[in-house]
């Protein structure tokens, strides 16, 4: 089955620089890889995702890549903010109709004011 | 949109009772619901899988006598902890997709069990 390592565990940063998170993948079938952004006693908030037919996604202070053929993707936040703090989950899902979600284990991102 | 509810937010109980949680779709049907059982600073740990109408798909290592999953309609899964006891306390989250690939999954806000 698949296998998502996260790298850091934890990451804090000064506000206003950038913080990246990275994820390997072990199933060279998986298509889709979303990131979540999980505040302390709430549930998993999708913030970005990316499909494998494209090598990079932009939503505001917020992008992903993708390199397919090392089997791995990142995100980056840009011009943090406070706010930002949380814990940050990548995850993978392999192509297929019912395939659930493989997730890495996680990021603790603190950004200090 | 693609909001999913989940209900209640927090229960406390003794040893012994079974607790229920429920998990909504609010503003779209989600074919597919997950739940997840979370501990204090650790990742998601996938549970089951249900599809509406159908059994539900529980992982290796899941009793599926002591958690029982219901997915009666498009927009409501349930879950039930029966016999709870301290060891099941934990924070347990449900999850609802749209369809089958490639729609993303949308998360409750998680239900923080504690038994005592």
């Known amino acids: 089955g698949e296998n998502v390592e996260q790298h850091p565990s934890t990451l804090s940063v000064q506000e206003g620089d950038s913080a990246v998170i990275k994820c390997t993948y072990s199933d060279s079938a998986s298509n889709y890889f979303p990131w979540y952004k999980q505040e302390l006693g709430k549930g998993p908030q999708l913030i970005i995702d990316?499909?494998?037919?494209?090598g990079e996604k932009k939503d505001q202070r917020i992008a992903v890549t993708l390199n397919k053929t090392a089997k791995h993707f990142s995100l980056h936040i840009t011009e943090t903010q406070p706010e930002d703090s949380a814990v940050y989950f990548c995850a993978a899902r392999p192509r297929g109709s019912a395939r659930q979600l493989t997730f890495g284990s996680g990021t603790q991102l603190t950004v200090l004011p | 949109g693609a909001v999913v509810s989940q209900h209640p937010s927090w229960v406390i109980c003794k040893s012994g009772t079974s607790v229920k949680i429920e998990c909504r779709s609010l503003d779209f049907q989600a074919t597919t619901m997950f739940w997840y059982r979370q501990f204090p600073k650790q990742s998601l740990m996938l549970m089951a899988t249900s599809n509406e109408g159908s059994k539900a798909t529980y992982e290796q290592g899941v009793e599926k006598d002591k958690f029982l999953i219901n997915h009666a309609s498009l927009t409501l899964s349930t879950l039930t902890v029966t016999s709870a006891h301290p060891e099941d306390s934990s924070f347990y989250i449900c999850?609802?997709?749209?369809?089958?690939?490639?729609?993303?999954?949308?998360f409750g806000d998680g239900t923080r069990l504690s038994i005592l």
């Open positions: 999850s609802a997709r749209r369809d089958r690939d490639p729609q993303p999954q949308h």
């Open positions: 990316i499909r494998s037919n494209v």
